[in-house]
């Protein structure tokens, strides 16, 4: 059973830094896209980063590009995300989600060509 797991969300204050984690289990990790987005209250499901199966590939949100970054370990089955410079409006609940790189368009942040998601953790930047 194809299980995404996130982990590292929690309350930071602006300026401050966290890393998310993606923990990935019953599929075979190597042959997926993962993507992370966020959703915050009110709003539209938005698409912060991705990486290609390989890691070779990144892309980034103009919003973050700079201050995040993506990196996989193919043989720990994770994907992280690390966030500096965090910012009020960063707050949101992060997901991570996964596509067969079969079927997902390389560097997409769109939401809906990712077919598996995990839970989400939560993120809140505030003083």
């Known amino acids: 059973q194809l299980q995404l797991v996130e982990s590292g969300g929690g309350l930071v204050q602006p300026g401050g830094s966290l890393r998310l984690s993606c923990a990935a289990s019953g599929f075979t990790f190597d042959y997926y896209a993962i993507g992370w987005f966020r959703q915050a209250p009110g709003k539209e499901r938005e698409g912060v980063s991705c990486?290609?199966?390989?890691?070779?590939?990144?892309n980034y949100a103009d919003s973050v590009k700079g201050r995040f970054t993506i990196s996989r370990d193919n043989a720990k089955n994770t994907v992280y995300l690390q966030m500096n410079s965090l910012k009020p409006e960063d707050t949101a609940v992060y997901y991570c989600?996964?596509?067969?790189?079969?079927?997902?368009?390389?560097?997409?942040?769109?939401?809906?060509?990712?077919?598996?998601w995990g839970q989400g953790t939560q993120v809140t930047v505030s003083s």
């Open positions: 989600a996964a596509v067969p790189i079969s079927r997902g368009r390389l560097g997409s942040l769109q939401h809906w060509e990712y077919d598996y």
């Open positions: 990486i290609s199966s390989s890691g070779g590939t990144t």
